[in-house]
């Protein structure tokens, strides 16, 4: 069943391979930026992050919506995973952009930049799917309410970044700016092989993951056969 | 069409009559909303201005709109009665539409009390004001109703609750406020506008998948 | 190493530190699976020299 799509061996030995020319490009090849100095180079850890993060909601959303329209019983537990790791790499942007933060200005927290606060809130609405979800008996019930919840994140994020945008206006008058990296053709493909590599790290976490709840739940079935 | 429309017009109906029979949940939400303006105003520093105080306004207009929505399926659940309307044959979505409506109408008579206190204890509110606490108004019920359904399915349903609505109520209270202080309360507005109709969509497209056993 | 060196060394520090954190994690997990699944195929032995009737 798991062995379908591509070979999980490959896309490790493929992930650990990106993120070994990741490194080198980042750090032989790349420029340092004009502006920022060295504290640039954690924009090639940053922002790949943040992206896969967005995607393992993404991911988590469509298994939902799947699983809603379809009722096909694989859905849960892959949702269940992608929310996981979407949670993950989330915190995990909150911890890199704090880091920047303090190199690019000096404080570990701003609420300015509209990344790190949609994050946050993010994080926090993804931490109640926890919580959510382990209150609910397991079931078709708990099932389809953690899809529905984790379809209300994707919604949540356009309206939340918008939402974070506008309070700009009113909520805090110390705007930090970075200036966006004067990309050059080498920091752009050192960019793209740094996100391809955590990407694919990122999947194959998943498919580790999801692997790992899956043996869980047959065991759990097997017990109650075995030795009810 | 109509007989969904007489069902939710049925069901909003019987949360009224409900409660005005049992006065339980307003009277502690008008309460609660005072007595909360009343500790902001202690919360408050002394020089601050007037803008902090809308702030302090959508807090309490979320906080106390908790309050109701905890309380929001708790007549359907006590009488088992819940199991008996998803069984009924009607689109179960009615179901959240006159919930939605019950709960909008409770929480307008709370903000009915609130926003007179408000201006007597705090500052002035405008045409612009009023019309976010309006839209706000609908997207706090239109999700808090699907949201407290939710919960309600749960074993910690009044710890939860606030957990999962809250950060669905960011937007909502950057809407609120922009529209009760910022110079530009249009966009603002016309923000709620579009939050409502996303989530109450929403809302109503996955209510079933939330009720259903 | 400068104040820039010491941000950038943490920031990709903490990612490499989540992702052997994650590591721990499924490693205990799997150790618990393969216990239980130790003990499964023992019950399921016992059931089989039994000659009780086995699921399949």
């Known amino acids: 069943m798991s062995m379908q799509k591509p070979s999980l061996t490959v896309l490790a030995s493929l992930a650990a391979g990106l993120a070994a020319v990741a490194v080198a490009m980042i750090f032989f090849v790349a420029p340092e930026d004009a502006d920022q100095g060295l504290s640039q180079k954690i924009f090639y850890v940053h922002v790949p992050i943040a992206l896969t993060a967005y995607a393992c909601f993404g991911l988590a959303a469509w298994k939902a919506f799947r699983l809603l329209t379809t009722r096909g019983e694989r859905y849960d537990l892959e949702s269940y995973t992608g929310v996981h790791q979407g949670t993950i790499f989330g915190a ?15 404080v570990w927290w701003t609420w300015s930049s509209n990344q790190l606060v949609l994050f946050l809130v993010l994080f926090l609405f993804y931490c109640a799917y926890f919580m959510l979800r382990y209150s609910i008996e397991p079931g078709p019930r708990r099932e389809r309410i953690s899809a529905v919840y984790a379809l209300f994140g994707v919604a949540l994020v356009p309206v939340s970044f918008l939402a974070i945008r506008l309070a700009s206006d009113f909520i805090h008058p110390t705007v930090f ?25 990122a999947y194959v976490m998943y498919r580790v993951e999801l692997a790992g709840k899956r043996t869980d739940a047959n065991l759990r079935e097997l017990r109650e056969v075995l030795a009810p | 069409m109509t007989g969904y429309l007489a069902a939710v017009a049925a069901l909003a109906r019987k949360d009224l009559r409900l409660e005005l029979r049992a006065r339980d949940t307003l009277p502690a939400m008008l309460l609660f909303v005072l007595a909360t303006l009343v500790v902001f105003h202690f919360a408050l520093p002394a ?10 306004l959508w807090v309490a207009l979320v906080f ?81 109703s699907l949201v407290s359904a939710m919960a309600a ?48 969509i929403l809302s109503w497209a996955a209510f079933e998948y939330v009720v259903t056993e | 190493m400068s104040a820039s060196e010491k941000y950038v060394a ?42 009780e009737p086995t699921d399949g």
């Not at chain 1, 995990?92 to 200005?105: H, N, R």
């Not at chain 2, 966009?187 to 409502?196: H, V």
Request: charged content about 15%.
């Open chain 1, 92 to 106: 995990l942007t909150l911890v890199t952009g704090s880091i920047w933060a303090k190199a690019s200005w000096g």
């Open chain 1, 177 to 201: 700016t970075r200036d966006g990296p004067q990309m050059t053709g080498e920091m752009f493909t050192a960019f793209c092989v740094s996100w391809a590599a955590i990407t694919l790290l």
């Open chain 2, 47 to 56: 020089d601050v201005g007037d803008d902090p105080a809308y702030g302090l």
């Open chain 2, 64 to 144: 106390t709109s908790l309050l109701g929505l905890a309380r929001a399926w708790v007549p359907e659940r006590e009488a088992g009665a819940l199991d008996g309307l998803v069984l009924a044959p009607t689109d179960r979505s009615a179901i959240w539409l006159g919930k939605t409506i019950a709960s909008l109408a409770f929480l307008g008579a709370a903000e009915v009390v609130a926003l007179p206190a408000f201006v007597l204890f705090f500052a002035p509110l405008d045409a612009h004001a009023l019309a976010g606490v309006v839209l706000a108004s609908v997207g706090i019920c239109a999700v808090g």
């Open chain 2, 153 to 200: 399915a749960s074993r910690g349903r009044e710890v939860l609750l606030p957990l999962i609505f809250l950060p669905l109520a960011i937007p909502i209270v950057v809407g609120g406020v922009g529209a009760s202080i910022s110079a530009e309360p249009a966009k603002f507005l016309a923000f709620l506008g579009l939050y409502d109709a996303v989530f109450a």
């Open chain 3, 10 to 51: 943490a920031a990709y520090g903490v990612f490499l530190v989540f992702v052997l954190c994650w590591v721990v994690i499924i490693a205990a997990k799997l150790s618990r699976l393969e216990r239980e699944t130790g003990e499964l195929v023992r019950v399921a032995r016992a059931r089989v020299a039994a000659g």
